[in-house]
């Protein structure tokens, strides 16, 4: 059983759909209180953290619609709002080492694993943006600094707390203004388009092959989780599961 603290675009399909499955196990153990698995580590460290959990599953189903899915079983949750595990499992740049070993001759995700710290910023950047502009502008500066045989293990940290937090609407309005310039045409404005439709046009466009650059973004997937009226991992038949 394992909830991955790292970005969804990094798992493979199968790992993907894995999580979602160990994810809505550990809900059903927390909201119904299920003796299996109940002293798990990883069961143990999202006891607190109902909210955080939900929003992990947000990723999750953003993930799996830019990759074809439908997800079907939403969760809520207000509890421990804003609050995620204090403790890792795996620290993030051990979690890049695992799912190395793991994909050696098979199948990778949505985003390559980083090989530097230039690689890992390149791919969380429009997240970062979308959250906090000096931060955007600090670690852009520390890391064209870095050697590429450094450690990551400091700047992968920092960009997994840092996607944990909320992105304000301008702060994604601007990302996407910028990923937006990699997939549309000469003249070819946006200004006034909602979130959702301007999230879901840089979708579209890059996964078409407009932008292979886009297409290693975090961006491309989680900004959708945290944009309500994002449809493409909405369902209008879905059973909500609340914890």
Known sequence: MRIWDIDPGYLNRQSLLGEHRELHGIVSILANGKTGYARHPETLRWRECGWALAQRHQHLAAEMALRGYREASPVFSDSGKDRWPTRYIDEPFEQFRILGD???????????????????????????????????????????????????????????????????????????????????????????????????????????????YLVGSTALGELGAWLPGDESFRHPCHTPVIL
């Open 102 to 212: 793991k994909y050696r001759d098979r199948e990778t995700g949505r985003i390559p694993l980083p090989r530097s710290a230039q690689e890992l910023w390149a791919q969380h950047k429009y997240s970062v943006m979308a959250r906090d502009v000096e931060l955007y502008r600090q670690l852009g500066r520390e890391v064209a600094a870095v050697s590429p045989r450094d450690d990551l293990h400091g700047l992968a940290i920092t960009l997994v707390e840092c996607l944990r937090r909320r992105p304000t609407e301008g702060g994604v309005r601007n990302a996407l203004q910028h990923m937006w310039g990699y997939v549309s045409d000469v003249g070819e404005g946006a200004e006034s388009w909602s979130l959702s439709r301007l999230l879901n046009e840089v979708r579209q466009r890059a996964m078409a092959g407009g932008a292979p």
